[in-house]
């Protein structure tokens, strides 16, 4: 089968903005490079979106009131409400008798969302800093304040770089990336094709696995007759699907802001990703140098660290890995803001389901981060902390275990999208995700003193020896059947619930290439073949490039600012 033409176009616009972003590059002046990158990024949008620009096109208009007129002190409430309100209103549009957006479209919306409210957040921190006090006043102002035109603000929502498939970019990013004088002495080619060594491999296992699995299949009533051990082996290709599909789409849009110099910073400021340089003074030091003995860095649009989210061993590790423009976001704008810290993770949880979409598979598998961050914070204080190098390592690979299936249980809720279909297929697999979750929080509640300390000042229970750890670590899962009766799986002559509030759109990043006929599984796939896939992660990563050949450096695990798990 073919891929459908919105695709090719959505590949094609990907793949060509990369060698375009030498064109932004050697352009000297910063109206030049503003023209190029807006009246090019806008006709991407019409390309992907036809009439339905007009949904960009209203959402970034009203944002410019909102900025413009209204006092810095309030605007950024306003345009959260404003940006979030029409994203509701995109999202159902059907029932207004408006015609349903593409897919694609859903993606330039998403992010235009994310780059209007942040825009409005980062012009009230101009005159109210969030980090009052921590940073030189006189640095903030120059290298952090904003003061947009609204033609600037137009030419930043329409930006090419990040409008498909991110990275989020903040305004003095951008503002950043036009005012750079000197980019020859940026070294832009050799970063990205090393960063892009790696989309031929990725690209490679996800046609091969697309090609005999397809979540389609799960929705049918012929998926449901297999054997349990293959209901569950399932959704290990699924979300390896999922997953590489993002990494493709992702990689080649950091590639296409790396190729026009932006979110190059100097590598003595530490930027970040998404946010930029984090050390000001340094940056400011670093200003007097020669131009030609900076040594620059692209953290700062590193939107994905591979390594991180396939071998990281806790669930925290690998979700700073995923989508970290994105994380910054929701940290910045959300985590960081909500002044009760209990329900600061729920709550940064539940904005980034409302981002993703409507369909309740997406909150589905949302909240039940919240539960697991939980259960492994738990677990790895009760039998973790205080044991031997070697039963860490022990307890690191069962705990990389777990969070991997427990990423293949919510994945399904990403795919699957209506509420049938998630609890259908969940209940089929006896809802083991949950189980294993909270059942692991039991134990590890009881036999933690971090999370219930002593009431007196007798000294704290000794840590469990490790065959106790090792067992209370597999007992939720070996013995999820003798605990509770099994579940029959969800008939599928039930009665049909609701749909969806409107057909379901791409999630997160939408290079939704086409995969290839799915082929029939109407045998059993052999179990040595299950347990390989299992272990795909390790499987592959080795026949990545070595992540000291990568030009990004791996995320920092040190102890650093909180930041909200996303997805």
Request: charged content about 10%; overall charge positive.
């Given at each position: 089968?073919?891929?459908?033409?919105?695709?090719?176009?959505?590949?094609?616009?990907?793949?060509?903005?990369?060698?375009?972003?030498?064109?932004?590059?050697?352009?000297?002046?910063?109206?030049?490079?503003?023209?190029?990158?807006?009246v090019v990024g806008a006709a991407m949008a019409v390309l992907i979106c036809r009439l339905h620009i007009l949904h960009s096109l209203i959402t970034t208009a009203v944002n410019c009131l909102i900025?413009?007129?209204?006092?810095?002190?309030?605007?950024?409430?306003?345009?959260?409400?404003?940006?979030?309100?029409?994203?509701?209103?995109?999202?159902?549009?059907?029932?207004?008798?408006?015609?349903?957006?593409?897919?694609?479209?859903?993606?330039?919306?998403?992010?235009?969302?994310?780059?209007?409210?942040?825009?409005?957040?980062?012009?009230?921190?101009?005159?109210?800093?969030?980090?009052?006090?921590?940073?030189?006043?006189?640095?903030?102002?120059?290298?952090?304040?904003?003061?947009?035109?609204?033609?600037?603000?137009?030419?930043?929502?329409?930006?090419?770089?990040?409008?498909?498939?991110?990275?989020?970019?903040?305004?003095?990013?951008?503002?950043?990336?036009?005012?750079?004088?000197?980019?020859?002495?940026?070294?832009?080619?050799?970063?990205?094709?090393?960063?892009?060594?790696?989309?031929?491999?990725?690209?490679?296992?996800?046609?091969?696995?697309?090609?005999?699995?397809?979540?389609?299949?799960?929705?049918?009533?012929?998926?449901?007759?297999?054997?349990?051990?293959?209901?569950?082996?399932?959704?290990?290709?699924?979300?390896?699907?999922?997953?590489?599909?993002?990494?493709?789409?992702?990689?080649?849009?950091?590639?296409?802001?790396m190729m026009a110099a932006y979110g190059a910073y100097p590598a003595n400021s530490q930027p970040k990703c998404g946010q930029g340089p984090s050390d000001l003074q340094a940056l400011h030091q670093v200003k007097s140098?020669?131009?030609?003995?900076?040594?620059?860095?692209?953290?700062?649009?590193?939107?994905?660290?591979?390594?991180?989210?396939?071998?990281?061993?806790?669930?925290?590790?690998?979700?700073?890995?995923?989508?970290?423009?994105?994380?910054?976001?929701?940290?910045?704008?959300?985590?960081?803001?909500?002044?009760?810290?209990?329900?600061?993770?729920?709550?940064?949880?539940?904005?980034?389901?409302?981002?993703?979409?409507?369909?309740?598979?997406?909150?589905?598998?949302?909240?039940?981060?919240?539960?697991?961050?939980?259960?492994?914070?738990?677990?790895?204080?009760?039998?973790?902390?205080?044991?031997?190098?070697?039963?860490?390592?022990?307890?690191?690979?069962?705990?990389?275990?777990?969070?991997?299936?427990?990423?293949?249980?919510?994945?399904?809720?990403?795919?699957?999208?209506?509420?049938?279909?998630?609890?259908?297929?969940?209940?089929?697999?006896?809802?083991?995700?949950?189980?294993?979750?909270?059942?692991?929080?039991?134990?590890?509640?009881?036999?933690?003193?971090?999370?219930?300390?002593?009431?007196?000042?007798?000294?704290?229970?000794?840590?469990?020896?490790?065959?106790?750890?090792?067992?209370?670590?597999?007992?939720?899962?070996?013995?999820?059947?003798?605990?509770?009766?099994?579940?029959?799986?969800?008939?599928?002559?039930?009665?049909?619930?609701?749909?969806?509030?409107?057909?379901?759109?791409?999630?997160?990043?939408?290079?939704?290439?086409?995969?290839?006929?799915?082929?029939?599984?109407?045998?059993?796939?052999?179990?040595?073949?299950?347990?390989?896939?299992?272990?795909?992660?390790?499987?592959?990563?080795?026949?990545?490039?070595?992540?000291?050949?990568?030009?990004?450096?791996?995320?920092?695990?040190?102890?650093?600012?909180?930041?909200?798990?996303?997805?």
């Amino acid at each position: 089968m073919s891929m459908p033409v919105d695709d090719i176009v959505y590949v094609s616009l990907l793949l060509l903005s990369i060698p375009f972003g030498h064109v932004v590059k050697v352009t000297k002046s910063a109206a030049g490079k503003q023209a190029l990158t807006g009246v090019v990024g806008a006709a991407m949008a019409v390309l992907i979106c036809r009439l339905h620009i007009l949904h960009s096109l209203i959402t970034t208009a009203v944002n410019c009131l909102i900025v413009k007129l209204l006092p810095q002190k309030y605007c950024h409430i306003i345009s959260l409400i404003w940006c979030f309100t029409y994203l509701a209103f995109f999202r159902t549009t059907s029932w207004f008798g408006v015609p349903t957006p593409p897919a694609f479209a859903n993606a330039v919306q998403l992010f235009l969302t994310l780059r209007m409210i942040g825009l409005a957040f980062e012009i009230h921190d101009t005159k109210y800093p969030l980090r009052k006090g921590e940073v030189d006043e006189t640095l903030l102002k120059l290298y952090q304040n904003i003061n947009p035109s609204v033609l600037d603000i137009f030419s930043y929502a329409y930006c090419y770089m990040g409008l498909l498939a991110g990275p989020y970019m903040k305004y003095r990013s951008y503002y950043d990336m036009l005012h750079e004088p000197d980019t020859q002495y940026i070294n832009t080619v050799g970063p990205m094709l090393r960063r892009l060594a790696n989309v031929p491999i990725i690209a490679a296992g996800y046609f091969t696995m697309s090609y005999f699995f397809s979540i389609n299949y799960v929705k049918t009533d012929e998926f449901y007759d297999k054997p349990l051990w293959f209901r569950l082996f399932y959704m290990l290709p699924m979300f390896c699907v999922f997953r590489w599909r993002l990494y493709i789409a992702w990689i080649l849009a950091e590639c296409s802001c790396m190729m026009a110099a932006y979110g190059a910073y100097p590598a003595n400021s530490q930027p970040k990703c998404g946010q930029g340089p984090s050390d000001l003074q340094a940056l400011h030091q670093v200003k007097s140098q020669p131009k030609c003995n900076i040594e620059y860095n692209f953290e700062c649009v590193n939107n994905l660290y591979i390594w991180g989210c396939e071998l990281a061993p806790t669930t925290k590790e690998a979700l700073r890995s995923w989508n970290k423009s994105v994380q910054y976001w929701l940290a910045n704008i959300v985590y960081r803001r909500v002044p009760f810290k209990s329900f600061r993770v729920s709550l940064t949880m539940g904005v980034s389901a409302y981002w993703h979409g409507v369909d309740p598979g997406y909150y589905m598998s949302f909240l039940t981060v919240p539960p697991i961050l939980m259960a492994e914070r738990a677990m790895i204080n009760a039998f973790r902390d205080e044991q031997p190098t070697i039963k860490q390592k022990i307890f690191d690979f069962l705990c990389w275990f777990f969070r991997m299936r427990g990423f293949d249980y919510n994945c399904m809720g990403f795919l699957l999208l209506s509420w049938k279909e998630t609890i259908r297929y969940w209940a089929s697999i006896y809802f083991l995700g949950h189980r294993h979750t909270f059942l692991s929080l039991s134990p590890s509640f009881s036999l933690s003193v971090n999370f219930f300390p002593p009431l007196s000042l007798s000294p704290p229970p000794p840590s469990p020896s490790f065959p106790l750890s090792l067992f209370t670590t597999l007992f939720p899962l070996s013995l999820c059947h003798l605990l509770f009766p099994p579940l029959s799986p969800l008939s599928p002559t039930l009665s049909p619930l609701s749909p969806p509030l409107s057909p379901p759109l791409s999630p997160l990043s939408p290079l939704s290439l086409s995969p290839l006929p799915s082929l029939p599984l109407s045998h059993s796939l052999p179990p040595l073949f299950s347990l390989s896939l299992i272990l795909s992660p390790l499987i592959l990563s080795p026949l990545l490039l070595s992540p000291h050949s990568l030009p990004l450096s791996p995320p920092s695990l040190s102890p650093s600012p909180p930041s909200p798990p996303s997805l």
